[in-house]
């Protein structure tokens, strides 16, 4: 019989937490639990639900079923989970144990940004505009910048261990805008996990990690006592000239909780760009053995995600490439998020005029995707609020192609309410007929955030198993915020154990 966990509301901000329940002053998502038949616990404002207002409160009821590792919760509203965020750790049932050695210890490695400015002020500025945000001034391991800046010095975060301990480390990017390389000084990582998926162990000294997913790695303490710095700096996919966060962030692992003077060992972290490196870690990713990949397809599609440059409006003045303003689409339609009903209510409660469910199955106009001379007249997208509709129990293959629309760079795909195999990614166009040879029908890991390689493809399949409306979109929240999203409506079932559960009766109101 499959594990069940009931949890009731979602966590207080900043930091790790179980399940409990307490005050909620937004609406934060659960990043990665399934919310099966209950898009009402999701989050996302005006998508599973209406914002909670100032003052006001809703208590989350969910139930974690089939799920243990990391997760983590968040703010989805504007930028507020710059600082709304904390982890969501599922162990294993009572008298259940890992499919590794069981750990000594374990902690909670939450990697993010600091601004000196407030955030929901940053976005707002880049949204009157039309500029690319201002990059954070600071990356963050559980909420402190590291002993680099004075500023953070005394508080910088340290893991305490012994020698010969396993060590399982729990690697959450709540970062807004930035993939993170980590390492740790003179100790090799073993991945065992990645978005709650357990995987074929492997040995790295260097993980990549996009906004929205989690990695679970071991270490062994087998170094002279001493202390060590796990680091963390950006991979910049972008252009060479694209502004971005250049700092590193640092946190101590310290055995016998030594104290000392000298400054503990640095890790070398990969060039900003290594783009190598990336595809290297991601190839390494394995399911722990054989999997059965559901067939056949009845839902093949294939979704460009991408930039892109709107014009600026008459007698206003734009900041973003030669007087434009930046956008951002999926298949040329730019999300535009609805503000009186959520998508969820209407759907199940039949409301016209929030949405339409005729999102394209593939790009309307076929260009090449990765080129460098697309045609200006599609930087421009249509603003709409398109869902794409599922029959229950339909096994979905998407192909998520990257554009160079104005700039490509990799982009963390995240599905809600879902988690799915990666077949394959690759660089360059998609080709049917070549590239599904590269197809892992063996052992492909499991993820619920993705990302999309620069100028390349990311092919993954799932069974929409799971009756509402889930949103789709990029975790680099300017992205998101410019319309690089869409969801899908997957219809109810045969019967109650197939359909949507009614919402709870303390739902938000718009």
């Not at 509203?77 to 709304?84: E, S, Y």
């Not at 949204?127 to 004075?150: E, Y």
């Not at 949103?471 to 154990?497: P, Q, R, Y």
């Amino acid at each position: 019989m499959e594990e069940k966990k009931r949890a009731e509301a979602v966590m207080g901000a900043c930091g790790g937490s179980r399940v409990g329940e307490a005050e909620s002053r937004r609406r934060k998502e659960k990043h990665g639990v399934r919310q099966l038949r209950n898009g009402w616990a999701d989050g996302p404002s005006y998508v599973t639900q209406c914002p909670i207002q100032p003052g006001g409160t809703y208590t989350y009821r969910f139930t974690i079923q089939g799920q243990e590792g990391t997760l983590w919760w968040h703010a989805h509203n504007t930028w507020l989970r710059a600082t709304v965020y904390g982890a969501l750790i599922i162990l294993p049932k009572e008298h259940s144990t890992y499919p590794f050695a069981t750990p000594k210890r374990e902690f909670p490695v939450i990697l993010g940004e600091w601004w000196n400015s407030n955030p929901i002020d940053v976005i707002r500025q880049a949204l009157k505009t039309g500029a690319a945000p201002n990059s954070s001034d600071a990356l963050t391991i559980n909420a402190q910048p590291g002993d680099l800046f004075k500023c953070s010095s005394p508080e910088t975060t340290v893991f305490p261990v012994g020698p010969g301990e396993t060590i399982l480390l729990r690697f959450i990017n709540a970062a807004m805008l930035t993939e993170l390389f980590v390492s740790i000084a003179d100790h090799q990582m073993t991945v065992v996990a990645v978005d709650a998926s357990y995987t074929k162990p492997f040995t790295t000294s260097v993980i990549l990690i996009g906004p929205g997913q989690t990695t679970d790695v071991l270490i062994q303490t087998n170094q002279p006592a001493g202390r060590y710095y796990i680091a963390a700096h950006a991979y910049q996919s972008g252009p060479p000239n694209t502004p971005f966060d250049n700092t590193t962030t640092t946190a101590i692992i310290t055995y016998n909780n030594q104290i000392t003077l000298a400054k503990p060992k640095l890790p070398v972290l990969p060039a900003y760009n290594d783009t190598a490196t990336v595809a290297a870690f991601s190839a390494g990713l394995k399911s722990p053995g054989p999997v059965k990949i559901p067939g056949p397809v009845n839902e093949n599609l294939f979704f460009t995600v991408g930039l892109g440059l709107f014009n600026c409006p008459p007698r206003k003045t734009c900041s973003g490439p030669n007087g434009t303003r930046f956008t951002a689409s999926m298949n040329n339609y730019s999300f535009v998020t609805p503000t009186s009903q959520s998508l969820l209510q209407a759907a199940q409660l039949g409301i016209p005029g929030v949405f339409t469910a005729d999102f394209p199955a593939s790009p309307p106009v076929k260009f090449d995707y990765t080129g460098n001379n697309i045609s200006r007249s599609l930087y421009q997208p249509i603003r709409s609020t398109k869902l794409y509709p599922l029959k229950y129990g339909s096994v979905v293959q998407l192909v998520m192609q990257g554009t160079n629309i104005y700039a490509s760079e990799e982009h963390p795909m995240h599905i809600h309410g879902y988690d799915f195999y990666v077949l394959a990614t690759g660089k360059g166009n998609f080709d049917a007929k070549k590239d599904t040879a590269k197809f892992n029908f063996v052992d492909p890991p499991r993820r619920n955030t993705i990302g999309v390689p620069v100028k390349g493809w990311a092919a993954i399949r799932f069974v929409a198993d799971n009756p509402g409306v889930w949103f789709v979109h990029c975790h680099i929240d300017s992205h998101l915020t410019w319309g690089l999203a869409m969801a899908f409506l997957v219809e109810n079932g045969v019967g109650k154990l197939q359909s949507t559960i009614p919402p709870p009766l303390d739902l938000p109101k718009c």
